[in-house]
């Protein structure tokens, strides 16, 4: 007995001294994760819009366009005169379908696309922000380019109803007036508020059944290019709607003289940019629509790219 007793105590005082000694080793540390560097973001490229692709300008060009505080916010394509022949052949080539959808459906995709840009409102603000514009400003300008769509949907399928008549003659006949789209109409947009500037001038052109090429504004294009996308995920066939970003003192003299465009609309003052479109406009008689600044939507805006057409139809012997 006495000898087991000893022998356990030996080897307690074993595993105790075993525990002195691992106590006593100091305890590796373990090895941290190397601290990985910071990932870089995806910067949005921005390109052209032109019969519902995103492609590059032909001539490899671009312009750079500063934030409010002096760094380069984006690198933009510069469209050249063969973008925008390119965006007049796919606005032509969607002009018969377009003009020929019922008032109605033009009125509804009209809707979507102001469905689709309010469930992007909020990249609209901070597009806007980054170029100075106040959040509350902002805020109210995506929300007013909102309203503008939704008031140009309203009218698509009522402004025949209100400008189209039947004209009193002295004739055994009836004689009617209807409006019908003029065809392939440029823009030169607004050069400001970026996006109401740019919506309001391309909004009465397509309910009204024409086919639209439109360049962005110059000083600051980026929410008109944005906008290409969200006419890419609504319901608009490829070739309405069509935009260039580049230099307006390039490309104006091309938006007025191409002779297969029968509209030129111009939003701007520029006394030497107006004499410059209606000179070249002159070429085929194309009408020119002249605005000082962006108005509030109404439908005289659509009617000044509407033809009038009277018909006679005769009546009695």
Same mark, same amino acid.
């Given at each position: 007995?006495?000898?087991?007793?000893?022998?356990?105590?030996?080897?307690?005082?074993?595993?105790?001294?075993?525990?002195?000694?691992?106590? $006593?080793?100091? =305890?590796?540390? /373990?090895?941290? +994760?190397? %601290? !990985?560097?910071?990932?870089? #973001?995806?910067?949005k490229t921005y390109k052209l819009y032109i019969n519902g692709k995103f492609p590059r300008t032909e001539s490899?060009?671009?312009?750079?366009?500063?934030?409010?505080?002096?760094?380069?916010?984006?690198?933009?394509?510069?469209?050249?005169?063969?973008?925008?022949?390119?965006?007049?052949? $796919?606005?032509? =080539?969607?002009? /018969?379908?377009? +003009?020929? %959808? !019922?008032?109605?459906?033009? #009125?509804?995709?009209?809707?979507?696309?102001?469905?689709?840009?309010?469930?992007?409102?909020?990249?609209?603000?901070?597009?806007?922000?980054?170029?100075?514009?106040?959040?509350?400003?902002?805020?109210?300008?995506?929300?007013?380019?909102?309203?503008?769509?939704?008031?140009?949907?309203?009218? $698509?399928?009522?402004?025949?109803?209100?400008?189209?008549?039947?004209?009193?003659?002295?004739?055994s006949h009836f004689n009617f007036s209807i409006l019908e789209p003029m065809g392939v109409v440029s823009v030169?947009?607004?050069?400001?508020?970026?996006?109401?500037?740019?919506?309001?001038?391309?909004?009465?052109?397509?309910?009204?059944?024409?086919?639209?090429?439109?360049?962005?504004?110059?000083?600051?294009?980026?929410?008109?290019?944005?906008?290409?996308?969200?006419?890419?995920?609504?319901?608009?066939?490829?070739?309405?709607?069509?935009?260039?970003?580049?230099?307006?003192?390039?490309?104006?003299?091309?938006?007025?003289?191409?002779?297969?465009?029968?509209?030129?609309?111009?939003?701007?003052?520029?006394?030497?940019?107006?004499?410059?479109?209606?000179?070249?406009?002159?070429?085929?008689?194309?009408?020119?629509?002249?605005?000082?600044?962006?108005?509030?939507?109404?439908?005289?805006?659509?009617?000044?790219?509407?033809?009038?057409?009277?018909?006679?139809?005769?009546?009695?012997?």
């Amino acid at each position: 007995m006495d000898k087991n007793i000893k022998t356990q105590e030996r080897h307690a005082e074993r595993a105790s001294a075993q525990e002195v000694s691992t106590s $006593a080793k100091p =305890k590796s540390k /373990s090895r941290a +994760a190397p %601290a !990985s560097s910071p990932r870089l #973001g995806v910067e949005k490229t921005y390109k052209l819009y032109i019969n519902g692709k995103f492609p590059r300008t032909e001539s490899g060009r671009f312009f750079t366009v500063e934030d409010a505080k002096g760094n380069i916010a984006a690198n933009m394509c510069r469209g050249s005169r063969k973008d925008f022949r390119e965006a007049v052949v $796919a606005a032509r =080539k969607a002009l /018969s379908g377009w +003009a020929g %959808a !019922s008032a109605y459906l033009r #009125g509804q995709i009209l809707y979507r696309i102001a469905e689709m840009l309010e469930g992007r409102a909020e990249q609209f603000v901070t597009e806007l922000m980054s170029m100075g514009v106040s959040k509350r400003d902002a805020a109210k300008e995506v929300t007013a380019a909102i309203d503008c769509l939704v008031c140009y949907a309203g009218w $698509a399928d009522k402004y025949q109803q209100v400008f189209s008549s039947v004209n009193p003659v002295a004739s055994s006949h009836f004689n009617f007036s209807i409006l019908e789209p003029m065809g392939v109409v440029s823009v030169l947009a607004s050069q400001e508020k970026a996006l109401l500037g740019f919506v309001s001038n391309i909004a009465p052109v397509i309910a009204g059944g024409n086919t639209a090429v439109a360049l962005a504004s110059e000083q600051n294009p980026l929410c008109a290019v944005s906008f290409a996308e969200v006419l890419h995920s609504s319901d608009v066939p490829p070739g309405v709607v069509n935009i260039l970003s580049g230099y307006r003192g390039e490309l104006a003299e091309h938006f007025a003289s191409h002779m297969d465009v029968n509209a030129v609309v111009y939003y701007g003052d520029d006394a030497n940019e107006i004499q410059l479109i209606q000179e070249q406009a002159a070429n085929n008689i194309k009408r020119v629509i002249i605005h000082k600044k962006p108005a509030a939507p109404d439908p005289y805006q659509i009617m000044d790219v509407q033809e009038t057409k009277t018909t006679w139809h005769p009546i009695g012997g």
